[in-house]
């Protein structure tokens, strides 16, 4: 059975770091690109960092510069590592792989 399992959200002040985990099982992980969206009620999933099979990585402009995606292939695992958050960022975080397989979501929330 495919399964994403997405961990780390929580609530963290405005500039704080939050580090996102997504624990695969069910794949190939090594031989599967990862991608890490965002949502908020009412908006459309919005995609935020995607990292390759070899670890290119990609962001949206709107975290560039702050947040950082990588991944362990030895640990089937994808983190996104979050740093100077704003309360802009404040949504659920999704991890997503190839075959439409997607995870049930990490809450992140950004508030003083």
């Known amino acids: 059975q495919v399964q994403l399992v997405e961990s780390g959200g929580g609530l963290v002040q405005p500039g704080g770091s939050l580090r996102l985990s997504c624990a695969a099982s069910?794949?190939?992980?090594?031989?599967?690109?990862m991608n890490w969206y965002r949502q908020a009620p009412g908006k459309e999933r919005e995609w935020v960092a995607h990292?390759?099979?070899?670890?290119?990585?990609n962001y949206a402009d709107s975290v560039k510069g702050r947040f950082t995606i990588s991944r362990d292939n030895a640990k089937n695992t994808v983190y996104l590592q979050m740093n100077s958050l704003k309360p802009e960022d404040t949504d659920v975080y999704y991890c997503?792989?190839?075959?439409?397989?997607w995870g049930q979501g990490t809450q992140v929330t950004v508030s003083s």
């Open positions: 997503n792989t190839q075959g439409g397989i």
């Open positions: 069910g794949i190939i992980f090594s031989a599967n690109y």
């Open positions: 990292i390759s099979t070899p670890g290119l990585t």
